[in-house]
């Protein structure tokens, strides 16, 4: 079975420092994979998604980045933090097969201080 | 461009009652998907049940079940015999058929569930 694994859970961080959030997925290959941004009692937002090793498609211009290095690892980045990215990220996958269905991790906290 | 609506911020219900979420959207496809995704206070994100738009039959899924009216863009989903683990954020979602294409997500419904 597929499964989906996202680090690390929580992470506290301060305005100007780095980031970096991963994802894998196991049990399914050239998945689509997916990063989204969940503001505190708001809607998901849709920052990243990818069709292929790198191949990356960004839906909103921030300071954040995505790469693929592997086929079912997903990572997302930033050069420095800013207040504003504070929120609960979360990585999901889908094969074209699943009619679309996309599942998702457990999802990160991100707290810039 | 798609979008999908939820007009109700925030629900409640009687445990064992009956309760309905409402979600619209906006296409001008024929053929697509409609999701229902649970967020519990655990914040992960479940599927509840899905809907393919060529399907005339409402999907169900034990309490679940959905009203698919396609001539009126309208997705709702209802839950029977609600149970205090329903209690969480419900988002309804959309997708077309076709190509690699990520869901669009309403803002999603709080349900609360009173024992």
């Known amino acids: 079975s597929q499964t989906i694994h996202q680090w690390p859970a929580t992470l506290v961080q301060p305005v100007g420092s780095p980031l970096s959030l991963e994802c894998t997925v196991e049990?399914?290959?050239?998945?689509?994979l997916y990063w989204y941004r969940q503001a505190a009692g708001r809607g998901l937002q849709l920052l990243f998604y990818?069709?292929?090793?790198?191949?990356i498609s960004s839906e909103v211009p921030q300071n954040l980045s995505a790469s693929r290095p592997q086929d079912r690892q997903f990572i997302l980045s930033s050069k420095k933090l800013l207040l504003s990215d504070s929120g609960f990220y979360l990585c999901?996958?889908?094969?074209?097969?699943?009619?679309?269905?996309?599942?998702f991790g457990e999802g990160s906290w991100l707290t810039v201080v | 461009a798609q979008t999908v609506t939820q007009s109700q911020p925030e629900m409640s219900v009687q445990e064992a009652e009956t309760v309905t979420l409402s979600c619209t959207y906006d296409?001008?496809?024929?053929?697509?998907?409609l999701f229902w995704y649970k967020q519990p206070p655990s914040r992960q994100m479940i599927l509840v049940i899905r809907?393919?738009?060529?399907?005339?039959q409402n999907a169900t899924e034990n309490r679940f079940s959905v009203n698919f009216q396609k001539a009126a863009k309208s997705f709702s989903l209802k839950i029977s015999d609600s149970q205090l683990g329903d209690a969480a954020m419900y988002f309804c979602?959309?997708?077309?058929?076709?190509?690699?294409?990520?869901?669009?997500f309403g803002k999603g419904t709080r349900l609360s569930v009173i024992a």
């Open positions: 999901a996958w889908s094969v074209g097969h699943s009619g679309n269905t996309i599942y």
């Open positions: 049990g399914t290959s050239n998945p689509n």
């Open positions: 990818s069709v292929g090793i790198g191949q």
């Open positions: 296409t001008s496809e024929s053929d697509y998907y």
């Open positions: 809907q393919e738009a060529y399907k005339q």
């Open positions: 979602a959309y997708s077309i058929t076709s190509g690699n294409t990520p869901l669009v």
